[in-house]
């Protein structure tokens, strides 16, 4: 018979052994980051000079919102979302030198030049008037989107407290001002005498905008956070909720996927228009996750980009596309587990936390990988961010992989080092040096204060989810206390070796105010990427590229005819969907889209961006793929030199002069 400490040793073996795998695996994911000298180095490529962003004066501000009685305890988490920015071409100049800015200050959605460039046009303020509104409600983002055809870029508002307004343009050239809008419902709503809304009480933190059915137009995909509840309401009855779940949330507000139908433009004393049919394109069953951002990418080939759904509570979803004309409808595909992957690390099982969603080419194979950003807060939620890498051979490898439910995506965040960085946000990939490799910058941060709470988020995020539903259950989040406050931005730069390294510090970009929203433009077309974010409670900031080192470049304005009439207006609308894949002389193979806005608050402008990288100057060669304003679809290789180019997308692609 055993002595009784051999006894204790042998009960004890199959500790030590999960002990000595915990510590090996460990090791094995926390790869050696890039020295000091390493990053010195690195940071040389890029260079970024702040410049304010000029805003109205006189906007009164606070420091956080008013809520419901039910959330009073917590409504520092309540205030925590709602910073974002978008840039594009809005005043019909030919550069996406224009911003519009939600700034949780003030509440308001701002409208305003882009430092340093033409823009002759004052900064304003867009709301919704004469179209009902209330005090409990906020807005959440902008989204650029020509939604009528008629060449302008009209904006996408959404809210907490009722559904999106749609800031129509009028054709019109001339400095901006808010007269050169027509707020409209993007749902029709019942006419209110007393100017108070009453409609649904959507509360929406991503919109995406895409051709999703294939007829030549933008479709809008509307996914809400919390239930259509009174959220923001200091004096509406407590019958909110939270989520039931942090895994396997149901119960949040729902998607919502609108078919374009119709669309006029202004003429005489005629309103621009547009109309929109809510669809059934998503199983319910998938589609009241706690969605915080959202992103469309074509995998197959068809031109029908296929949808995924970062969500905050509940699995992230993604769909193929699988819509005809008229009928837009999406399937739920799903990554393969392997022998050795953690579930949370496949694509549709994550535990919970996807706070935002980027498709681009990050492998530099011609393929669209995508960058989900999370909760990595060291000793505090840590899981990591989620970088799928495409593993189909080829569009046609994707497509059969996805029509038998599966997803073509391996997880390799830990491998590139891009795994950890703090409580996530938005984040968006570009060539900020012109190499013809993508960075990737990614906001930061939840509620900054004085008292760190995170211990308390960290035990309701371990107890019973029967708890979690109540909001009496969630922990004090009240200003003055801190969660995650003083994480920074992050600016991820490849090393060289498939991994990357955080270069934020060396940037200058290291400011400890949480960030939200990012968004990214060549804002004066001297062919380097400029960056902005937008700060929750804290001023935006304008970074421009001032790098004197960046390579060559082409970059793509990509139009379709107008669809609508339109005097002395832009030169087209932009070829939603369009993909191009551009191959320089060596081989090297990149794909970039025209992104009709995805993310969680930030948006990027239209432009289709590629750095050359060793290339240099050297002519390349560029396959568009497209669908015209009929939804024909066309392919077509064109040879182009370095620099700006406009092209016209008809049945041919033509370069005109904008």
Not at 262 to 285: K, L, M, N, R, Y
Request: charge should be negative; proline fraction near 7%; include cysteine.
């Amino acid at each position: 018979m055993p002595s009784q400490p051999v006894g204790v040793l042998r009960r004890l073996i199959p500790a030590f052994a999960v002990l000595v795998l915990i510590v090996g695996f460990y090791g094995a994911a926390r790869l050696p980051e890039a020295s000091a000298d390493t990053r010195a180095s690195m940071a040389k490529r890029y260079q970024f000079t702040e410049m304010p962003i000029a805003l109205p004066p006189g906007l009164p501000m606070k420091t956080v919102r008013e809520v419901n009685p039910a959330y009073e305890h917590i409504k520092s988490w309540i205030s925590s979302v709602g910073a974002a920015i978008a840039v594009n071409d809005l005043d019909g100049g030919g550069v996406a030198n224009d911003i519009c800015l939600v700034d949780t200050r003030t509440d308001s959605v701002v409208v305003t030049p882009a430092p340093g460039s033409t823009g002759t046009y004052q900064p304003f303020v867009l709301t919704p008037s004469p179209l009902p509104s209330g005090p409990a409600i906020a807005p959440m983002g902008c989204t650029p989107a020509d939604l009528n055809g008629d060449g302008w870029n009209d904006l996408i508002v959404y809210y907490w407290g009722r559904t999106p307004v749609l800031f129509l343009k009028k054709p019109e050239p001339g400095p901006l001002s808010a007269a050169s809008y027509t707020p409209t419902e993007l749902v029709p709503q019942a006419v209110t005498t007393d100017g108070l809304y009453r409609g649904p009480l959507w509360n929406t933190n991503a919109v995406a905008v895409a051709d999703f059915d294939g007829d030549g137009h933008p479709d809008v995909g509307v996914f809400n956070y919390f239930p259509e509840t009174q959220v923001l309401d200091p004096h509406a009855p407590p019958n909110v909720s939270m989520n039931h779940s942090m895994s396997h949330a149901r119960n949040a507000g729902g998607a919502h996927v609108l078919r374009w139908t119709g669309a006029t433009g202004a003429t005489g004393a005629t309103q621009p228009s547009v109309q929109f049919q809510e669809q059934p394109a998503i199983d319910p069953a998938y589609a009241s996750g706690w969605t915080l951002a959202s992103a469309s990418a074509d995998l197959d080939g068809d031109l029908l980009p296929e949808l995924y759904l970062a969500n905050d509570f509940g699995h992230d979803r993604f769909f193929r596309n699988v819509s005809t004309r008229g009928n837009i409808k999406f399937d739920l595909v799903e990554g393969e587990r392997g022998a050795f992957d953690p579930k949370s690390l496949v694509m549709g099982h994550d535990s919970f936390k996807g706070m935002s969603i980027e498709f681009g080419d990050l492998s530099g194979n011609g393929r669209f990988d995508a960058f989900v950003s999370n909760i990595t807060e060291s000793w505090g939620l840590e899981e990591s961010n989620l970088v799928w890498r495409n593993t189909a051979a080829s569009p046609e490898d994707a497509k059969a992989s996805m029509a038998k439910g599966v997803a073509p995506y391996k997880n390799v965040a830990a491998e590139t080092n891009l795994a950890w960085v703090g409580w996530g946000w938005d984040a968006k990939m570009a060539d900020f040096d012109n190499s013809g490799h993508l960075a990737v910058v990614q906001a930061c941060g939840f509620v900054k204060g004085e008292i760190n709470r995170f211990n308390w988020l960290q035990e309701l995020a371990m107890s019973n989810d029967l708890m979690l539903q109540n909001p009496e259950m969630w922990p004090k989040a009240v200003p003055g206390d801190d969660i995650a406050g003083e994480n920074e931005l992050a600016f991820w730069a490849p090393e060289g070796n498939g991994r990357y390294a955080n270069l934020n510090a060396e940037l200058g970009l290291a400011v400890p105010i949480p960030t939200r929203g990012v968004g990214v433009a060549d804002v004066d077309g001297d062919g380097g990427q400029d960056l902005m974010v937008a700060r929750q409670w804290g001023e935006p900031a304008f970074y421009k590229n001032t790098a004197g080192n960046r390579g060559a470049y082409v970059g793509l304005r990509l139009y379709r005819p107008a669809t609508t009439e339109s005097t002395d207006g832009p030169i087209g609308t932009p070829a939603y969907g369009a993909v191009v894949r551009l191959t320089t002389a060596d081989g090297h193979t990149q794909l970039a889209q025209l992104d009709g806005g995805g993310g969680h608050s930030g948006k990027r402008s239209f432009d289709v961006f590629f750095g050359l990288g060793e290339q240099g100057s050297q002519p390349v060669k560029a396959e568009i793929s497209w669908r015209d304003t009929s939804g024909a679809t066309h392919r077509q290789t064109v040879q182009l030199t370095s620099g700006w180019h406009d092209l016209m997308l008809t049945d041919q692609a033509r370069e005109v002069t904008a």
